[in-house]
T-cell receptor
Framework: EADIYQTPRYLVIGTGKKITLECSQT?????MYWYQQDPGMELHLIHY???????EKGDLSSESTVSRIRTEHFPLTLESARPSHTSQYLC????????????FGEGSWLTVV | QQQVKQSPQSLIVQKGGISIINCAYE??????FPWYQQFPGKGPALLIA?????SEKKEGRFTISFNKSAKQFSLHIMDSQPGDSATYFC????????????FGTGTRLQVTL
C-alpha cells in the first residue's frame, strides 16, 4: 500500500482563482512527479523533482508551478485557474533507483468554472 | 523523449478468456518496463514489471512478454475476470533518465460475464 496522499480529492473553483494541490508521501522517496490526466486518457508528466530544491518541467507544458522545500511535500500551484485547467492531477513518488516502482496518489480532480 | 504506442484502445473479453495488450517504444531504454492498472476514480497502481534482460515474467494470471530487439512488450491476462475490468497503461523509461516514465495511451478492458 502506497503512502502518498493528495488533497483535495475534488475541487470546483471559479476562473481566476489561485489554487494549490497538496501532495505528501511518507516513504522517504527522493523523486516526485505530477502527472495530468483527462478522464480515460493517457498520463502526461508536467513536473518532476529529483530532491529538495530541485524541480523540472515535464513533457507537457503547464501553467502550474511546483516547489520542493521538504522531501515529503510537493505542492502544485495554479496562480489563476482557467477552464482549460480542468483535469485530474496525479502525484507520484519513487525511490530513485533503477527498478523501483512509481507510486501514485489517488488524484485531485479539478474543475474550473 | 521516449515515444510509446499502445494497442488496442479498448478491448472486450468474455470471462475466462485471454486479454492481450501490446506496447511498442522507439528509443532504447534500460530500466524496468511496468504495466499499471487503473480503476475509475483511482490513481494507477503497479500490476507487473519486467527487467529488460528477461523475455517473460509471470505473476499469477498476469504475464509480460518482452521482445527487446523489436522494442515491444505485451501484457497477457489469463482467465480474465470481471474484476479485471479497468484501464491498463504500459510505461517505458525515458531515454537516459531512468527516473521518468512515459506512459502509453491506455487500454480500456471490459470483461463480460
Amino acid at each position: 500500500e502506497a503512502d502518498i496522499y493528495q488533497t483535495p480529492r475534488y475541487l470546483v473553483i471559479g476562473t481566476g482563482k489561485k489554487i494549490t494541490l497538496e501532495c505528501s508521501q511518507t516513504m522517504g522517496h527522493d523523486k516526485m512527479y505530477w502527472y495530468q490526466q483527462d478522464p480515460g486518457m493517457e498520463l502526461h508528466l508536467i513536473h518532476y523533482s529529483y530532491g529538495v530544491n530541485s524541480t523540472e518541467k515535464g513533457d507537457l507544458s503547464s501553467e502550474s508551478t511546483v516547489s520542493r522545500i521538504r522531501t515529503e511535500h510537493f505542492p502544485l500551484t495554479l496562480e489563476s485557474a482557467r477552464p482549460s485547467h480542468t483535469s485530474q492531477y496525479l502525484c507520484a513518488s519513487r525511490l530513485g533507483k533503477a527498478g523501483n516502482n512509481i507510486y501514485f496518489g489517488e488524484g485531485s480532480w479539478l474543475t474550473v468554472v | 523523449q521516449q515515444q510509446v504506442k499502445q494497442s488496442p484502445q479498448s478491448l472486450i473479453v468474455q470471462k475466462g478468456g485471454i486479454s492481450i495488450i501490446n506496447c511498442a517504444y522507439e528509443n532504447t531504454a534500460f530500466d524496468y518496463f511496468p504495466w499499471y492498472q487503473q480503476f475509475p476514480g483511482k490513481g494507477p497502481a503497479l500490476l507487473i514489471a519486467i527487467r529488460p534482460d528477461v523475455s517473460e515474467k509471470k505473476e499469477g494470471r498476469f504475464t509480460i512478454s518482452f521482445n527487446k530487439s523489436a522494442k515491444q512488450f505485451s501484457l497477457h491476462i489469463m482467465d480474465s475476470q470481471p474484476g479485471d475490468s479497468a484501464t491498463y497503461f504500459c510505461a517505458v523509461p525515458n531515454t537516459g533518465t531512468a527516473s521518468k516514465l512515459t506512459f502509453g495511451t491506455g487500454t480500456r478492458l471490459q470483461v463480460t460475464l
